[in-house]
């Protein structure tokens, strides 16, 4: 009939309407007549009702009521609504005249109808709303112009917000023309009457249409291959591309909304939202559940991934969070935040190192901690080659102490932080991380095996394996943005290196799903969780896009030099290595990865020669030990070409 017809909602809003119009001219009659409602029913109310509801039908057909969203009903629907059933009545009349000459119709009739139909149709609207938004006060606003014009992408709760509140402020600083719904399902429908006008596909016939000065992204999450695409075509044209805070920021705390009329509150694309990718659905119910109320460690608590579990366990209100770190003004940091916004949380900050066994073990007798999550690590891969003995006693050692001091403390459970590189490591911080790997992984077995005659809960020891994680220590974003600071140029070591990134809340989020998989799977011992990175991202399209959302123009403004790669790096990261077979879990972004099991027993004896060469400084030793402890240790033989460029 119309476009909006073809949306399954606004067919069943007609459906609704019509029904109503059918019903509003016999209770109108009735209201209007009372006990008399039979003689005059016997009369005309088949042709009234006929006629009523053909002229409804025709009216509402071409009204333009079914652009609008119930969800969002508001002043401007109302007014759709009033002169939709004004033009109802208003035909209806001489219609009727022709059928039954209005001999027996009481003149009020017509206009106790327009009154009843108006309520019929406005009230389920607005009572949805509030229903939806449990409040009042929003649902009777007007729209209003602003400056700057701005097209959203995206067609929810944030664009209707946002929406909303630019027409209550008359000095909001924004005009929105139009908006763009990024699956195509609500374009042809309208929100406080400005319409959805095209899917993300069709963004570009948007723009020259609407001709905004600003394009912004509403929602939290949207895809980084989106993003980037988006931010393309607004430097082709010439416009930003910002995006919304989220929701919860919108509302202001109070749920009034008011920052979002300042031109503060929207804030400039980020490298996560370029890298960003689907919302993995987390159970942080029963992450809560695994923390709360209970004794909990984590190691290499000053650093990127440590402090943000910190964090995030702080959160699930623990017995108690022992903080443990080498690094004292880190550790102060991290300790400072948790004061900060969980004041009454008991916290301890322990300053201690992780390959000292004495320490861990004094640590975990007086903490008696039920789970521990060990982040302490070195992960700066050409730093850790040029130090392979300061690798081996941090990355296997120390990971070996927290274990068997976990085992020997009674900790119910113990999270292995890993990393990509483990796999086909090509360099000694992948080997070490690898090997630190195996110990917990046999480990994990020798206490699932164990007879439960023993009476001792066993130990569950969880390994979990992600790519880079954005921002943090060592990593390229903060490298590329201090270059692009200065000046550039900014450094690529290969044009065709990709690496795997994910955002550092999302990967602990997923590290602490896996740990609540992990105590409840059985069959997951001994295997190792994955993270699902998404597609890995090719470095030198990283470095472009970074300088574009500066403002600048690569090699023009920004220069980028190939340096070559450096010590133990590689092209491409692999998450899985090819004798690993994967399978799903419960929770759609972690899969579990079963590697090769090595003998408990064997890699004790390794590794106890490994801790010997290295306390000793014998370097090459302690290489050459690596590489027969983990087989798969490969070190790349550099393209001098690839190197020079």
């Given at each position: 009939?119309?476009?909006?017809?073809?949306?399954?909602?606004?067919?069943?809003?007609?459906?609704?309407?019509?029904?109503?119009?059918?019903?509003?001219?016999?209770?109108?009659?009735?209201?209007?007549?009372?006990?008399?409602?039979?003689?005059?029913?016997?009369?005309?109310?088949?042709?009234?009702?006929?006629?009523?509801?053909?002229?409804?039908?025709?009216?509402?057909?071409?009204?333009?009521?079914?652009?609008?969203?119930?969800?969002?009903?508001?002043?401007?629907?109302?007014?759709?609504?009033?002169?939709?059933?004004?033009?109802?009545?208003?035909?209806?009349?001489?219609?009727?005249?022709?059928?039954?000459?209005?001999?027996?119709?009481?003149?009020?009739?017509?206009?106790?109808?327009?009154?009843?139909?108006?309520?019929?149709?406005?009230?389920?609207?607005?009572?949805?709303?509030?229903?939806?938004?449990?409040?009042?006060?929003?649902?009777?606003?007007?729209?209003?112009?602003?400056?700057?014009?701005?097209?959203?992408?995206?067609?929810?709760?944030?664009?209707?917000?946002?929406?909303?509140?630019q027409a209550r402020d008359r000095g909001a600083p924004f005009k929105v023309v139009g908006i763009v719904d990024e699956k195509g399902r609500r374009v042809g429908r309208e929100i406080h009457g400005v319409a959805v006008m095209g899917a993300l596909s069709e963004v570009e016939t948007v723009i020259a249409a609407t001709k905004p000065r600003r394009v912004i992204?509403?929602?939290?999450?949207?895809?980084?291959?989106?993003?980037?695409?988006?931010?393309?075509?607004?430097?082709?044209?010439?416009?930003?591309?910002?995006?919304?805070?989220?929701?919860?920021?919108?509302?202001?705390?109070?749920?009034?909304?008011?920052?979002?009329?300042?031109?503060?509150?929207?804030?400039?694309?980020?490298?996560?939202?370029?890298?960003?990718?689907?919302?993995?659905?987390?159970?942080?119910?029963?992450?809560?559940?695994?923390?709360?109320?209970?004794?909990?460690?984590?190691?290499?608590?000053?650093?990127?991934?440590?402090?943000?579990?910190?964090?995030?366990?702080?959160?699930?209100?623990?017995?108690?969070?022992?903080?443990?770190?080498?690094?004292?003004?880190?550790?102060?940091?991290?300790?400072?935040?948790?004061?900060?916004?969980?004041?009454?949380?008991?916290?301890?900050?322990?300053?201690?190192?992780?390959?000292?066994?004495?320490?861990?073990?004094?640590?975990?007798?007086?903490?008696?901690?039920?789970?521990?999550?060990?982040?302490?690590?070195?992960?700066?891969?050409?730093?850790?080659?040029?130090?392979?003995?300061?690798?081996?006693?941090?990355?296997?050692?120390?990971?070996?102490?927290?274990?068997?001091?976990?085992?020997?403390?009674?900790?119910?459970?113990?999270?292995?932080?890993?990393?990509?590189?483990?796999?086909?490591?090509?360099?000694?911080?992948?080997?070490?991380?690898?090997?630190?790997?195996?110990?917990?992984?046999?480990?994990?077995?020798?206490?699932?095996?164990?007879?439960?005659?023993?009476?001792?809960?066993?130990?569950?020891?969880?390994?979990?394996?992600?790519?880079?994680?954005?921002?943090?220590?060592?990593?390229?974003?903060?490298?590329?943005?201090?270059?692009?600071?200065?000046?550039?140029?900014?450094?690529?070591?290969?044009?065709?290196?990709?690496?795997?990134?994910?955002?550092?809340?999302?990967?602990?989020?997923?590290?602490?799903?896996?740990?609540?998989?992990?105590?409840?799977?059985?069959?997951?011992?001994?295997?190792?969780?994955?993270?699902?990175?998404?597609?890995?991202?090719?470095?030198?399209?990283?470095?472009?896009?970074?300088?574009?959302?500066?403002?600048?123009?690569?090699?023009?403004?920004?220069?980028?030099?190939?340096?070559?790669?450096?010590?133990?790096?590689?092209?491409?990261?692999?998450?899985?290595?090819?004798?690993?077979?994967?399978?799903?879990?419960?929770?759609?972004?972690?899969?579990?990865?079963?590697?090769?099991?090595?003998?408990?027993?064997?890699?004790?004896?390794?590794?106890?020669?490994?801790?010997?060469?290295?306390?000793?400084?014998?370097?090459?030793?302690?290489?050459?030990?690596?590489?027969?402890?983990?087989?798969?240790?490969?070190?790349?033989?550099?393209?001098?070409?690839?190197?020079?460029?």
């Amino acid at each position: 009939m119309l476009r909006p017809f073809k949306i399954r909602p606004a067919r069943v809003a007609f459906f609704h309407d019509v029904v109503m119009a059918a019903a509003s001219f016999p209770l109108s009659l009735y209201l209007r007549v009372g006990p008399d409602f039979d003689y005059f029913a016997d009369a005309f109310l088949v042709e009234g009702v006929a006629a009523f509801t053909v002229t409804a039908v025709l009216v509402f057909s071409l009204s333009g009521m079914y652009r609008g969203i119930w969800r969002y009903a508001s002043t401007k629907d109302l007014i759709t609504i009033t002169k939709a059933v004004s033009l109802v009545v208003v035909v209806f009349v001489p219609v009727l005249f022709l059928v039954t000459r209005l001999e027996d119709m009481p003149r009020s009739l017509p206009l106790i109808n327009w009154f009843v139909l108006l309520v019929l149709l406005g009230g389920p609207r607005f009572s949805y709303r509030i229903f939806k938004d449990r409040r009042l006060d929003h649902v009777l606003e007007m729209d209003d112009s602003a400056r700057m014009r701005v097209l959203l992408v995206g067609a929810g709760d944030e664009a209707e917000l946002f929406i909303r509140e630019q027409a209550r402020d008359r000095g909001a600083p924004f005009k929105v023309v139009g908006i763009v719904d990024e699956k195509g399902r609500r374009v042809g429908r309208e929100i406080h009457g400005v319409a959805v006008m095209g899917a993300l596909s069709e963004v570009e016939t948007v723009i020259a249409a609407t001709k905004p000065r600003r394009v912004i992204l509403t929602k939290e999450r949207t895809g980084g291959e989106d993003v980037r695409a988006l931010l393309a075509i607004t430097e082709r044209l010439g416009l930003t591309l910002a995006r919304l805070p989220r929701l919860s920021e919108l509302k202001d705390g109070d749920g009034s909304g008011s920052n979002t009329g300042n031109e503060s509150s929207i804030r400039p694309i980020a490298v996560e939202d370029l890298l960003g990718r689907a919302q993995t659905w987390l159970d942080r119910e029963a992450m809560a559940a695994l923390v709360r109320g209970r004794r909990v460690l984590v190691t290499g608590a000053g650093g990127t991934i440590g402090g943000e579990l910190v964090r995030q366990i702080a959160a699930f209100e623990p017995a108690r969070l022992a903080l443990l770190d080498n690094a004292e003004f880190h550790l102060y940091q991290i300790d400072m935040d948790v004061a900060r916004h969980h004041p009454d949380l008991d916290r301890v900050a322990i300053l201690g190192d992780v390959r000292d066994r004495a320490r861990i073990d004094d640590v975990m007798r007086r903490e008696s901690p039920e789970l521990v999550f060990h982040a302490a690590a070195y992960k700066h891969v050409p730093i850790v080659e040029m130090n392979p003995n300061e690798g081996v006693l941090t990355n296997v050692v120390g990971t070996r102490n927290v274990a068997d001091a976990s085992l020997n403390a009674g900790v119910e459970l113990m999270v292995l932080i890993s990393t990509d590189k483990a796999v086909h490591p090509s360099n000694v911080m992948g080997a070490t991380k690898r090997l630190a790997e195996s110990y917990c992984q046999a480990l994990d077995l020798q206490e699932r095996d164990a007879p439960e005659s023993t009476g001792d809960k066993p130990t569950r020891f969880v390994v979990v394996r992600f790519g880079n994680v954005l921002g943090s220590t060592g990593s390229v974003i903060p490298l590329f943005q201090d270059q692009i600071a200065r000046g550039g140029p900014i450094t690529v070591t290969h044009p065709e290196m990709t690496r795997y990134f994910m955002t550092v809340r999302e990967a602990v989020g997923l590290v602490l799903q896996a740990s609540v998989l992990g105590v409840g799977d059985v069959g997951a011992s001994g295997k190792i969780h994955v993270l699902e990175m998404g597609e890995p991202v090719r470095i030198l399209d990283l470095a472009r896009q970074m300088i574009r959302l500066a403002g600048l123009v690569p090699d023009e403004d920004i220069v980028i030099q190939y340096i070559g790669m450096r010590p133990g790096e590689k092209l491409h990261e692999r998450l899985l290595h090819e004798s690993e077979s994967r399978m799903t879990t419960a929770c759609e972004g972690l899969m579990l990865a079963a590697p090769r099991i090595a003998n408990l027993t064997a890699l004790q004896d390794v590794i106890d020669d490994l801790e010997a060469n290295a306390r000793a400084r014998n370097g090459e030793q302690t290489r050459a030990l690596l590489h027969g402890a983990v087989p798969e240790f490969q070190e790349p033989v550099l393209d001098n070409a690839d190197a020079d460029r």
